[in-house]
DNA sequence: ATGGCTATTATTGTCGACAATTCGATAATT
DNA sequence: AATTATCGAATTGTCGACAATAATAGCCAT
């Protein structure tokens, strides 16, 4: 018997999740949201396939479920391509985003423990500890962590989701912007008033002093390249 | 040349968006959304093929597609099975549900037109007069339309779609828990005051009667569940 | 040269086949 | 009788091949 086990030809595991498809699927999600792959680039289905030695089928796949979740787009008889995020996009993205943290915010209000808010708590000590480095790359790390953690606080995992499905994608254009966000002093000192809130323990300030903080980066993106989001001002109350 | 136009064999058309993965995606999709197919159902793949004459690739794409837009699960070596709502993803979507609802009243009470109203307002109409001829399914699919279009009145896409997909689910879950919410005088009467804070234009007024209107149809499924839905009460403040 | 046409190549769309795994039923063992 | 072992059928996982379509290069006439 003992059927020599070889899925493939070099393939040792596909264990955890396996299915080909998955790895392949993480694989390529990373690449895009590091910015190995740039926006609009073509999803070539035999290089991918030949390059790990396995057929075109769950490289269709994988590439069906980042279609699905929104990173690359699906034309037919052309193939997959890395979807490209138009300033319209992040303008959406933001708005929802920012909806979703203030209600974080109204119901963390009443629902934080001690431990929850001593943990951000240490995250924003790391973040100052960062900046005074002067180590930005760290501090918009800590910066989306922070965020990532306080919601996930209100035990919703689809709201966690769905942000952080959110928060990939305003991730993958700020990189491909080249906008980190240099001002990041502000950041630390909203997060501070953030921290208050949340012991004070009131909904409504909660809510608003969280919407505040949410429109404030894309305040400042308005600012940087005010005459892109010029147009959009109009059509919306964000700012 | 000519080259006989015969894609595939008896295939006519698929011209649209074309690939017969999309169609297969739409075809599953809706037999899920209507029921057709019951949660935990299995996915078998052989027997969806051979029934369109056509090979297993584009089945195993379609329910990709379906596995990230959350419809099915998939398990390895097992297949791709009917997604199984729980209570617990009932409560967290209507919780995520109402958050962008009540952000979008927020956004309406300042950007609405009169035609947009007089829109919304015909629906109203239309579910009273079918309300009165007691068509309780017209009623519910009136309800879901006077919400999706309202939202889709913020002319955010990003917003729009994430809470159609949401409410999607909750359709399923409610056909599923035959839960059709039979008290829509309520209902009704709630976007009366809809309308009204619209044309009353005050962001925080509309904010919140957006948010109660939105949670109403949560408390009444509470109130039809007690007992399953009590120990969710505590680890929110939904209620 | 250059603009359009044709041949060539690259790539996607779909298929059918086979190996690997799981599921179900029957038989064997305690 | 209950549990386990075993075999066979059903189903999934992946592959390689070929047809259809799009992209590219070469050619010709102007």
């Given at each position: 018997?003992?059927?020599?086990?070889?899925?493939?030809?070099s393939?040792?595991?596909?264990?955890?999740t396996?299915?080909?498809?998955?790895?392949?699927?993480?694989?390529?999600?990373?690449k895009?949201?590091?910015?190995?792959?740039?926006?609009?680039?073509r999803?070539?289905?035999?290089?991918?396939?030949?390059a790990r030695?396995?057929?075109?089928g769950?490289?269709?796949e994988?590439?069906?479920?980042?279609?699905?979740?929104?990173?690359?787009?699906?034309?037919?008889?052309?193939?997959?391509f890395?979807?490209?995020?138009?300033?319209?996009?992040?303008f959406?993205?933001?708005?929802?985003?920012?909806?979703?943290?203030?209600d974080?915010?109204?119901?963390?209000?009443?629902?934080?423990?001690?431990?929850?808010?001593?943990?951000?708590?240490?995250?924003?000590?790391?973040m100052?500890?960062?900046?005074?480095?002067?180590d930005?790359?760290?501090?918009?790390?800590?910066?989306?962590?922070?965020?990532?953690?306080?919601?996930?606080?209100?035990?919703?995992?689809?709201?966690?989701?769905?942000?952080?499905?959110?928060?990939?994608?305003l991730?993958?254009?700020?990189k491909?912007?080249?906008?980190?966000?240099?001002?990041?002093?502000?950041?630390?000192?909203?997060h501070q008033?953030?921290l208050?809130a949340?012991?004070?323990?009131?909904?409504?300030?909660?809510?608003?002093?969280?919407?505040?903080?949410?429109?404030?980066?894309?305040?400042?993106?308005?600012r940087?390249?005010?005459?892109?989001?010029?147009?959009?001002?109009?059509?919306?109350?964000?700012?």
């Amino acid at each position: 018997m003992i059927s020599e086990k070889k899925t493939g030809s070099s393939k040792v595991a596909a264990m955890s999740t396996a299915s080909i498809a998955n790895s392949i699927y993480e694989e390529l999600e990373r690449k895009i949201v590091d910015g190995d792959l740039d926006a609009g680039d073509r999803i070539n289905e035999n290089a991918i396939a030949e390059a790990r030695g396995i057929s075109r089928g769950p490289v269709r796949e994988a590439c069906r479920l980042l279609q699905q979740a929104g990173l690359i787009e699906f034309k037919v008889n052309r193939g997959f391509f890395v979807r490209v995020i138009e300033l319209q996009d992040v303008f959406e993205i933001y708005e929802v985003r920012a909806a979703l943290f203030a209600d974080a915010g109204r119901r963390l209000a009443e629902t934080i423990t001690q431990d929850q808010i001593d943990e951000l708590a240490s995250l924003q000590a790391q973040m100052e500890t960062a900046h005074k480095a002067g180590d930005n790359d760290a501090v918009y790390l800590l910066n989306r962590r922070f965020h990532e953690l306080t919601i996930s606080f209100v035990g919703n995992q689809r709201m966690t989701e769905i942000y952080k499905s959110l928060d990939k994608e305003l991730h993958i254009w700020r990189k491909r912007a080249l906008i980190l966000d240099s001002n990041v002093s502000n950041s630390i000192e909203e997060h501070q008033l953030i921290l208050d809130a949340l012991r004070g323990g009131n909904r409504t300030v909660c809510a608003s002093i969280f919407l505040e903080h949410s429109l404030a980066g894309f305040h400042r993106l308005q600012r940087t390249m005010p005459e892109q989001t010029a147009k959009f001002r109009r059509s919306s109350n964000l700012a």
